[in-house]
Nanobody
């Protein structure tokens, strides 16, 4: 299973970015899909998770600003990030759960300037 994340970049505070993460390989069924972020010197934290049927949960810090969605046919998860703040600066990783095993993408850098 390979995960390819894209969409990161440099944006001014208040701006928006859309991250994508596509899974490929021998995949029968993807359960949860999630986004994590890791700032320098900090632990990797959960940002958002979406179940196969579309139920979502978000970290308190991003509620109302970020939206996650998925396309099961394309095996892709998205993270729409709006009203970005400098404290959102981090490497964002996608994570998928397939038959009880977790797989990670390579990470994509998001930098928000003030």
């Amino acid at each position: 299973v390979q995960l390819q994340a894209s969409g990161g970049g440099l944006v001014q505070a208040g701006g928006s970015l859309r991250l994508s993460c596509a899974a490929s390989g021998s995949i029968l069924r993807i359960n949860n899909m999630a986004w994590y972020c890791q700032a320098p010197g900090k632990q990797r934290d959960l940002v958002a998770v979406i179940t196969r049927d579309g139920s979502t949960k978000y970290a308190e810090s991003v509620k109302g600003r970020f939206t996650t969605s998925r396309d099961n046919a394309k095996k892709t998860v998205y993270l729409q990030m709006s009203s970005l703040k400098p404290e959102d600066t981090a490497v964002y990783y996608c994570n998928v759960n397939i038959i009880g095993s977790d797989f990670w993408g390579q990470g994509t850098q998001v930098t928000v300037s003030s």
